[in-house]
């Protein structure tokens, strides 16, 4: 089954069907004495997706391991968001094929990119080798379609381009035993016409409230400090089901859960409600960070994107955004889409030398192919972008910098949750998601301490417990 971009790209008005994954015993032993080993790209939904991947594989007994020299299954959860994605996964299969040459090891692709026909008709044509693709809509299909690979010892593809469903109780092995990533929604409906991820992720499907707060009150029992509710436009959380259930709504109840830390990603400026600022304000433990994308700050280009919002629009928005007490707020933004000018570029930096980030991601506009942008007139050179990028870069760089500052000697209340890659330092995020490095020992792990703030840099702070 090869993905195909039209059928991907369709909405229908059905109902999305919701059911329970279901262990197949029949499967339970194919990974018997073998080990795998899995490489992640992309955003956080492909970091959510590998931990239940990891999970499926060892209901099948395999067995995880951090080499992929030791490994007898390799598997690549892929990104499809720009072309170094692309590329960087394409160079990394030439690693891999260099094992495959040398040993017998099982291997496979998924993730967005397994969603794309170009893609896909390229690994069927010049990548025989790889063993099995499947997409981001069949992960709970992963043993079957491993084992059918294994016995039939042929290619099997299995892509479907569908508007998706919901498949609650996928087993999960979690990369971190402190905080967790929670869905709340798949998928997006939203076609900004630069973007590939509403045809590699499907229809927007929200989870049950139910489901949801289920999953958080385990991770309490189990000792989670922290949760992130995960979505590509969590603000429009509820949307899609008829329950009159909003995202304010699940904000509130999963904050009533007590749970120390609530966050979520990614907030598209157009869903933003009153409502949801009013519960950040009320309830302490949701945290006062905010990534709110702006792309680019010309109305004109902000149009041909198809964001929805204006310069101004998102502006009014940030400004109520920042009377949340100690707010930091972050963004995302694209150089060079085609037809931008300098004054529209000029338009950008307005912006950000208004809101004044506390980080951004800034990266140039990449075509991806079906994408209505993909056709878009791009008149513009690569030195233009590289050196607006950079100007960018430059701005956005000064404004961390300052926010960050402004921590020195302040104490602030941080999550202990791994080993630093400075020596006798931990680290973790403080509620408002700086990074910091934490002169401590190990038995302060998975705790919430305070912390006074040392050393600022422009990425990081270090700091000590008080
Ligand atoms: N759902 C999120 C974005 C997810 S993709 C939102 O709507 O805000 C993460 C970021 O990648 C986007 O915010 C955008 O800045 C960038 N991006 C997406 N498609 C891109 C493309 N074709 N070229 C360059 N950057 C892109
Ligand atoms: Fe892409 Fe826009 Fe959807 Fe974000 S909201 S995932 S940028 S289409
Ligand atoms: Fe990449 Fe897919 Fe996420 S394209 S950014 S891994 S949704």
């Not at 967005?112 to 990548?127: D, G, H, L, P, T």
């Not at 949760?227 to 909003?246: C, I, R, S, W």
């Not at 933003?272 to 792309?295: A, G, R, S, W």
């Not at 607006?388 to 402004?406: D, F, H, P, S």
């Amino acid at each position: 089954m090869l993905p195909n971009l039209l059928e991907a790209k369709k909405r229908t008005s059905n109902k999305v069907k919701n059911y329970k994954y279901i262990k197949d015993d029949r499967y339970k032993e194919v990974g018997k004495n073998k080990t795998y080993y899995i490489k992640t790209y992309g955003c956080q939904m492909n970091v959510h997706d590998s931990e239940n991947i990891k999970a499926l594989l060892e209901e099948m007994s395999f067995s995880e391991v951090d080499n992929m020299e030791d490994a007898n299954l390799i598997l690549l959860n892929t990104c499809a968001i720009r072309e170094n994605a692309h590329n960087k996964v394409f160079g990394f299969l030439g690693r891999v094929k260099h094992l495959k040459e040398t040993k017998n090891v099982i291997t496979g692709i998924c993730g967005c990119m397994a969603q794309e026909e170009n893609v896909v008709n390229e690994i069927k044509n010049k990548y025989k080798w790889v063993d099995i693709v499947f997409g981001t809509h069949n992960i709970s299909q992963l043993p079957r379609i491993l084992s059918d690979s294994i016995n039939n010892n042929k290619q099997e593809i299995e892509v479907l381009s569908c508007e998706g469903d919901i498949i609650e109780d996928i087993p999960v092995k979690r990369d971190s035993k402190y905080k967790a990533w929670v869905n709340i929604m798949y998928g997006c409906d939203k076609f900004c016409t630069y973007c590939i991820v509403p045809y590699t992720r499907g229809k927007q499907r929200s989870r049950n409230p139910k489901d949801i707060i289920r999953e958080v009150e385990k991770l309490i029992k189990d000792g989670y400090k922290e949760v992130t509710l995960l979505g590509q436009n969590v603000n429009a959380y509820g949307k899609d089901l008829e329950l009159n259930y909003y995202m304010g709504d699940l904000l509130r109840d999963v904050a009533k859960t007590g749970i120390d830390r609530v966050r979520f990603v990614t907030s598209h400026p157009w869903d933003f409600t009153d409502e949801m600022i009013t519960i950040i304000k009320e309830y302490d433990n949701v945290m006062p960070y905010i990534h709110l994308p702006l792309q680019s700050g010309s109305n004109r280009i902000l149009k041909l994107m198809g964001r929805r919002y204006t310069k101004e629009s998102y502006l009014e928005l940030f400004n109520k955004l920042k009377t949340i007490s100690n707010v930091s707020i972050t963004t995302d933004i694209i150089v060079g889409f085609p037809g931008e000018t300098e004054d529209d570029f000029k338009e950008t930096l307005d912006v950000v030398n208004t809101c004044k980030y506390d980080s951004a991601f800034t990266f140039i506009f990449s075509p991806r192919v079906g994408t209505p942008a993909a056709k878009m007139k791009d008149d513009i050179s690569l030195d233009t972008k590289n050196e607006r990028l950079q100007r960018l870069n430059e701005l956005v760089n000064k404004y961390a910098n300052l926010n960050n500052q402004k921590y020195l000697n302040k104490i602030v209340n941080v999550l202990i949750e791994n080993k630093s890659n400075k020596d006798d330092y931990l680290m973790g995020y403080t509620d408002t998601m700086k990074l910091v490095n934490v002169k401590c020992d190990e038995s302060y792990l998975g705790k919430i301490v305070k912390v006074k703030i040392v050393g600022v840099k422009t990425w990081s702070l270090d700091g000590e417990i008080v």
